[in-house]
Antibody
Framework: QLQLQESGPGLVKPPETLSLTCSVS??????????WGWIRQSPGKGLEWIGN???????YYNPSLKSRVTISVDTSKNQFSLKLSSVTAADTAVYYC???????????WGRGALVTVSS | EIVLTQSPATLSLSPGERATLSCRAS??????LAWYQQKPGQAPRLLIH???DRATGIPARFSGSGFGTDFTLTISRLEPEDFAIYFC?????FGPGTKVDIK
């Protein structure tokens, strides 16, 4: 059974960089069908797609966050990572790592990591 | 950019009742629409993909229908564990959600 697990600091000071890693177990990131990505959910709010990466390293970002986002992949560790720079309180959210089937549904989700931005 | 609208925002029903949730797209998404269930403190769970295909392990009381711009998620008989928030999704866009709560 595929499992995704987020890890990283739960508290980030503005305007530093938020960094999270997603470890994938039970299956390989190297797969021609799937994209690997990040989605966030602010307290009491909806779901916001941040970006995706293909195992080859091709990336796709939400235009509203593109200038601050970097997603990378480490196939040797079966992990992918998120960096979000110049954070503000508005970036406080639960961050989920996900697997997307092509450009369709998100079929596997991590449990989520709450990241609070505060000085 | 496609916008997804869900209605109603809140649906108050009793266990055993039928729930009908709507998702409308601002332009055609053909059949590329998915539905998710989210309970407090948990990640969303995929229920339906390609408008009407149940994901692995999802009970038969959940069904999806629609094509183009209008889609429906139906829960035939609500179980206590079904009271949650439901989101629709197309590509990288999510709807705002419908909360199904106990009447």
């Amino acid at each position: 059974q595929l499992q995704l697990q987020e890890s990283g600091p739960g508290l980030v000071k503005p305007p530093e960089t938020l960094s999270l890693t997603c470890s994938v177990s039970g299956g390989s990131i190297i797969n021609t069908i799937y994209y690997w990505g990040w989605i966030r959910q602010s307290p009491g709010k909806g779901l916001e797609w941040i970006g995706n990466i293909y195992y080859s390293g091709s990336t796709y970002y939400n235009p509203s966050l593109k200038s601050r986002v970097t997603i990378s992949v480490d196939t040797s560790k079966n992990q992918f990572s998120l960096k979000l720079s110049s954070v503000t309180a508005a970036d406080t959210a639960v961050y989920y790592c996900v697997r997307q089937v092509g450009n369709k549904e998100f079929d596997y989700w991590g449990r989520g990591a709450l990241v609070t931005v505060s000085s | 950019e496609i916008v997804l609208t869900q209605s109603p925002a809140t649906l108050s029903l009793s266990p055993g009742e039928r729930a009908t949730l709507s998702c409308r797209a601002s332009q055609s998404v053909t059949s590329y629409l998915a539905w998710y269930q989210q309970k407090p403190g948990q990640a969303p769970r995929l229920l339906i993909h390609d408008a009407s295909d149940r994901a692995t392990g999802i009970p038969a009381r959940f069904s999806g229908s629609g094509f183009g711009t209008d889609f429906t998620l139906t829960i035939s008989r609500l179980e206590p564990e079904d009271f949650a928030i439901y989101f629709c999704q197309h590509r990288t866009t999510f709807g705002p959600g419908t909360k199904v709560d106990i009447k």
